[in-house]
């Protein structure tokens, strides 16, 4: 049994992960803890605070006595918003709190692209515009080519968590940019796990989406690889292997 420790903070589209459970198969267990998130606000002070070592360290307990194998902050603004290197530094205070492999949402984002081996994305943000372009700086510190950035300036997880199909498909195509190689729609408040294969036969191209590449990265600190087509390009880049 590989099991996945997710830190999700308030209540928006964690259903997500229970739907992504159920396509990775019986030995993957995705454990969700709900972190408090303070203010619901896509502002910076209020997202730096969400993020917050205190915060953060509040469910720890939990996913280790749940037989975490790895935690995850399962946050992109949330993270971002400290940089590069305060992001690294929230990982490693993470890490050293639950006493396991430890990463972020805005990190899975960096490490997706390099797996499905691209370079040059866009981003499609329901953040405001300041926030969004300070997830774009992000991804450039990791190495990517950002060819476009389109923010919804929408300032609460709540609002996010209403969204369905069609506004969820909508962002996705105004977004792509030309000579993007991959669209990345980083908040996990977001409902996508539902609509990855959608995505992409709609943009002839990968998209990567937060809670997706959360739980992707989850299974890499884990050192586990799983082929599932239902969750996108990023699930097919391994052989299937029998459980």
């Not at 589209?13 to 992504?20: L, S």
């Not at 609509?195 to 990968?206: D, G, I, N, T, V």
Request: include cysteine.
């Amino acid at each position: 049994m590989t099991a996945l420790g997710i830190l999700y903070p308030g209540h928006s589209a964690e259903d997500d992960y229970p739907r992504i459970e159920q396509l990775l198969g019986s030995d993957i267990r995705v454990d969700v803890v709900h972190t408090d998130i303070g203010e619901d606000a896509h502002r910076v002070d209020a997202l730096r605070e969400m993020g917050s070592a205190r915060r953060l360290a509040a469910g720890v307990d939990e996913l280790r006595l749940a037989g975490a194998d790895a935690v995850v902050w399962a946050c992109t603004s949330g993270s971002f918003v400290y940089g590069w290197q305060g992001a690294h530094q929230q990982i490693r205070d993470l890490a050293r709190a639950a006493g396991l492999p430890a990463s972020s949402t805005s990190f899975a984002f960096v490490h997706a692209a390099r797996e499905i081996g691209v370079r040059r994305v866009a981003v499609g943000a329901t953040y405001p515009d300041d926030v969004a372009q300070l997830f774009a700086d992000f991804l450039r510190a990791g190495g990517l080519e950002v060819t476009g950035v389109r923010p919804s300036g929408i300032v609460t997880a709540a609002e996010v968590g209403t969204w369905g199909e069609e506004e969820v498909l909508t962002l996705a195509r105004t977004a792509d940019a030309s000579g993007a190689e991959a669209v990345l729609l980083p908040d996990t408040a977001l409902h996508t796990a539902a609509h990855l294969p959608l995505l992409e036969k709609a943009l002839s191209k990968p998209v990567l989406t937060a809670n997706q590449v959360t739980v992707w990265e989850g299974l890499r600190l884990a050192d586990r690889r799983v082929n599932e087509p239902a969750l996108g390009t990023l699930f097919t880049r391994q052989p299937i292997i029998q459980a």
